[in-house]
């Protein structure tokens, strides 16, 4: 197991790449916004990096293949989502977009309804990104097929040298997006460590709202099934529901 000394060393290479490499101008913008960093002379200002309407791509279908840059989307803020942790958590995601969750349903009257669309998936110019999925939870079923699952995925970013945690859903009927950022940490950290603490913090947040604990694990990732319930009863002790 490396030592904090090696995951320190570690952290500065990834910190020390050229984000130029991995993002483009406008995402490196909205990066350094989402990590509190002070705006480069040369950055684009927030204001300049919105969709323009239609960008979307809610008509395009949801297996239409798109390309482009993240742009920061008008939603409606609240406590968990902001306009600029809903674009991180995009920028993040972009390349696994086909194993994140999706409602759908299907009836003669309306066709088939799905819950997520798809968004622009960028071209990086060096190598793409790698989310790795942390696992996915189902904190209710609401009725026969109807479950409300929340997948993690940790992502490294070159050129920041830091980690984000996104949550995703299955469509945006609980925050008003499917993906947004939980919170970062350094990339001197275990990346396992400090997804975990994130982790509790975020299901601390709902706790503290009256929110209940998750009902039961669709699937593990990097966290382990045991580890992921003895998380949860630190938060919520034995409480079933």
């Known amino acids: 197991m490396p030592n904090h000394n090696d995951s320190a060393a570690i952290a500065k290479i990834w910190r020390q790449l050229d984000p130029a490499n991995y993002y483009e101008a406008g995402e490196i913008a909205i990066l350094r916004a989402y990590f509190g960093l002070k705006p480069r002379p040369d950055d684009l200002s927030l204001a300049q990096l919105y969709e323009a309407p239609g960008d979307e791509g809610a008509d395009a279908g949801p297996d239409a293949p798109r390309v482009g840059p993240i742009r ?50 960028p071209e990086r110019t060096f190598t793409p990104l790698h989310p ?7 904190w209710a079923d609401s009725g026969p097929g109807f479950s409300w699952p929340e997948d993690y995925y940790v992502t490294l970013l070159p ?42 913090r975020w299901w601390r947040e ?36």
């Open 72 to 121: 920061l989307r008008h939603v409606e803020a609240t406590e968990q989502v902001s306009e600029l942790n809903e674009a991180v958590a995009r920028i993040c995601l972009a390349e696994v977009q086909d194993r994140l969750p999706q409602w759908w349903s299907s009836s003669a009257e309306h066709g088939v309804l799905i819950g997520r669309a798809r968004f622009a998936a």
């Open 132 to 138: 790795e999925r942390l696992l996915c939870i189902n």
């Open 159 to 200: 050129g920041f040298g830091r980690y984000v945690l996104t949550a995703s859903a299955d469509s945006p009927d609980t925050y008003g997006v499917t993906d947004f950022a939980l919170g970062w940490f350094r990339a001197s950290e275990d990346r396992i460590a400090g997804s975990k603490r994130l982790l509790v």
């Open 206 to 241: 709902t706790a503290r709202q009256d929110g209940g604990p998750w009902a039961y694990l669709f699937n593990e990732g990097l966290i382990e099934v045991k580890e992921a319930y003895r998380m949860r009863k630190r938060v919520w002790g034995d409480r079933e529901e």
